[in-house]
């Protein structure tokens, strides 16, 4: 027992006795809030065309994983202007939305290797600070991109995630004229995104008057836990009209309970990210709609805005990136994989 | 009997670097920057809170027993330790606070399997899920940040150029290294895993030993945590996800067997390098990381068939 104390204290007294390192101060960031701010679609009027850079530049991307269709969707917008500008573009992700070191080794390793800028999309708020910190002593400007948001961030490119939920919600206050039950599925609790999305849905909708907010609970992302939880609310609540939950997959999970229950007339069920199955699931009937935050042009965006940063732009500290709720009225128009198609279509709102 | 297990370790110790040297001599080969000082300080920091880790999961090991606690352990030590900070304790006592509640979590698994009698898995599994879901009602979900730049200067100082957590887990590892060699509670630890019943009757303290094993393992989980801290700045609740499996995967490929008795320092320090530079090279060779967890597995595999092999021809 002697030796732990020892081995302890030893450890501390140590770590007590050594060096010394700068900090810097910046106002923490909250990407929702931040007043330095922009639209993606002002990009052009007011900072002209896209800047040249030199071919042969070095970019690269660090994001959560690649086994999330999100993730992939937007390193396939970063490597369109990759190519299009014909840069040197690599793109690496953890193993797993958990793997929060394992991100950071990787975000490290990138550092040493010469890069122009990199684009971080971190696990949780500060799991690549270290990272942030040595990229800026190594001269290498940082940009985060979504949707965990890095306190001490210079530049922010990612959708306004209050704005999905406050997107919904009007759906509901437009279409549901009688108003009702409502119930929300979270995401993981303590997550910038869920949080956000959740307050912009919740106080929109309570703001109507004749909504109520029955429950609102966590289910981690998780198909099956969203599916477990809407099944129990929808025991709770047998004349409950409608489900916002904070993520495609979650409210996948939902659409199976409600139809389980033999409520698919009765209840609506939105999600937020426009995932392929969503799309899927909206053309069948079975998803009423969601919040699409276009993964694709979203990369295409926050690596045009890297580029923009590169060229010396002084550009806000937070560009908003497109989003738009999908229903079974508008879901050909945004299924186009045609990003040109896709620009004009939501400039066009 | 006293001398053969240690040389057979030593052996097994030699295996492992070579392993080590293999793989670093691949990369040194396929990428330039792998071999360069700044890039070895860096496998060795990302190695460091691995390498914490796995030394108490070793000692763990080495008893017979399993601790899958340790990631939720770290983030409820680095909870705890991050609030009193920010609540403005003085540096000294927020970081023994955090150590203290390591220690607190591994007497309670020591506690349980060895008062309660309970399978260290099971005991372990349970506080994965219930020091996990103590770091959350704690902090109610949210990161805690505006840690005191004092505390961070601790971290992410150097010591004549060596970051400061690759100093600090260097020297962990010395006096892991002295107790499982040099002292009574190294042998008893190693007779406990051996055979417990057998260790009993020779007179050994096996409870003390195990509550030991496990108490040192919460502790090096809140030195881990704290090393985290000061590097991110921050205090989340959700750190230290599947801590408990890299260090496994450590101990393992340094020779720990997971039926006891048997496991080496040196070793388990040799199985975090090795898995850190695996990390770092594939990167830097922009593989992507489903082949990092691709060649993960296939190197433990192969060294518990090296393991295995070596293991037979010395006829026990």
Not at chain 1, 9 to 26: T, V
Not at chain 1, 191 to 214: L, M
Not at chain 2, 20 to 42: D, H, K, M, Q, S
Request: glycine share 12%; charged share 15%; net charge negative.
């Amino acid at each position: 027992m002697k030796h732990i104390l020892k081995t302890c204290l030893l450890g501390s007294a140590f770590a007590l006795s050594l060096g010394i390192a700068q900090a810097q101060d910046l106002t923490p960031l909250n990407s929702d809030a931040e007043p330095d701010r922009m639209d993606w679609s002002e990009l052009e009027a007011r900072f002209g065309p896209m800047p040249e850079t030199p071919a042969g530049t070095k970019v690269g991307g660090v994001s959560k994983t690649l086994t999330n269709e999100y993730w992939r969707s937007l390193g396939e917008g970063y490597a369109n202007v990759a190519k299009a500008e014909g840069l040197e573009f690599v793109y690496q992700a953890a193993q797993s939305e958990g793997d929060q070191l394992g991100q950071l080794s990787i975000a490290e390793n990138l550092i040493t290797q010469g890069f122009a800028v990199l684009l971080f999309s971190p696990q949780t708020d500060a799991n690549l600070i270290p990272a942030v910190e040595k990229a800026e002593a190594a001269g290498v400007p940082i940009l985060n991109v979504n949707d965990a948001v890095i306190p001490s961030a210079k530049n922010y490119v990612g959708n306004v995630q209050k704005g999905n939920g406050v997107n919904v919600a009007q759906w509901f206050i437009d279409n549901r004229p009688d108003g009702g039950k409502v119930a929300v599925i979270e995401g993981q609790p303590g997550v910038y995104a869920a949080g956000q999305r959740t307050a912009g849905f919740t106080e929109t909708i309570t703001a109507a008057g004749n909504f109520e907010v029955v429950a609102s609970v966590p289910a981690d992302w998780s198909r099956e836990l969203a599916f477990n939880a809407a099944a129990t609310i929808l025991q709770q609540h047998p004349d409950l009209i409608g489900f916002y939950a904070n993520n495609d997959g979650m409210a996948l999970g939902v659409v199976e309970a409600v139809k389980a229950a033999g409520k698919a007339e009765q209840v609506a069920v939105f999600g937020t990210d426009g995932i392929s199955d969503a799309y899927a699931a909206i053309r069948a009937g079975d998803l009423t709609g969601t919040v699409d935050s276009f993964p694709v042009l979203t990369g295409e965006v926050a690596l045009e805005v890297a580029l923009r940063l590169l060229a010396g732009q002084d550009l806000p500290r937070v560009v908003a990136t497109p989003q738009a709720l999908v229903t079974a009225d508008n879901v050909e128009t945004f299924a186009t994989s045609d990003m040109a198609a896709l620009r004009a279509a939501l400039l066009a709102q | 009997m006293t001398k053969s297990p240690f040389r057979h370790l030593r052996l097994r110790d030699a295996g492992t670097l070579l392993g080590l040297l293999l793989i670093g001599g691949v990369f040194a080969v396929l990428t330039p920057v792998f071999l360069t000082a700044p890039n070895l300080l860096n496998i060795l920091q990302q190695s460091s809170i691995n390498a914490c880790i796995a030394l108490g999961m070793t000692l763990v090991i080495i008893s017979g027993g399993i601790d899958l606690s340790v990631g939720p352990v770290a983030a409820l030590s680095a909870v705890v330790g991050a609030a009193l900070m920010v609540g403005g304790a003085p540096i000294a006592v927020a970081v023994l606070a955090a150590l203290g509640v390591g220690m607190l979590c591994g007497l309670m698994n020591g506690v349980l399997i060895t008062l309660g009698g309970l399978q260290p898995f099971i005991v372990t599994l349970g506080g994965l899920s219930l020091y996990r879901a103590l770091a959350l009602i704690f902090t109610g979900g949210t990161p805690i940040f505006g840690l005191p730049d004092g505390f961070r200067a601790l971290t992410n100082g150097t010591l004549l150029g060596v970051p400061n957590p690759v100093v600090v887990v260097a020297v962990l590892a010395l006096l892991a290294w002295v107790v499982l060699n040099k002292t009574p509670l190294g042998e008893y630890l190693m007779a406990v895993g051996g055979n417990a019943e057998a260790a009993r009757i020779s007179g050994v303290p096996v409870t003390l030993t195990k509550l030991a094993a496990y108490m040192i393992s919460g502790a090096l989980a809140a030195v881990a945590a704290l090393i985290l801290l000061g590097r991110l700045g921050a205090a989340e609740p959700t750190m230290g996800n599947l801590w408990e499996l890299d260090a496994i995967a450590a101990a393992a490929i340094g020779g720990a067997s997971l039926m006891g008795g048997r496991g080496s320092i040196i070793g388990t320090l040799v199985g975090c390098i090795i898995l850190g530079a695996l990390r770092n090279g594939l990167t830097l060779m922009n593989v992507q990381a489903f082949y990092q967890l691709l060649a993960t597995g296939i190197i433990i595999i192969v060294a518990m068939l090296i393991d295995r092999a070596t293991a037979g021809k010395e006829g026990h």
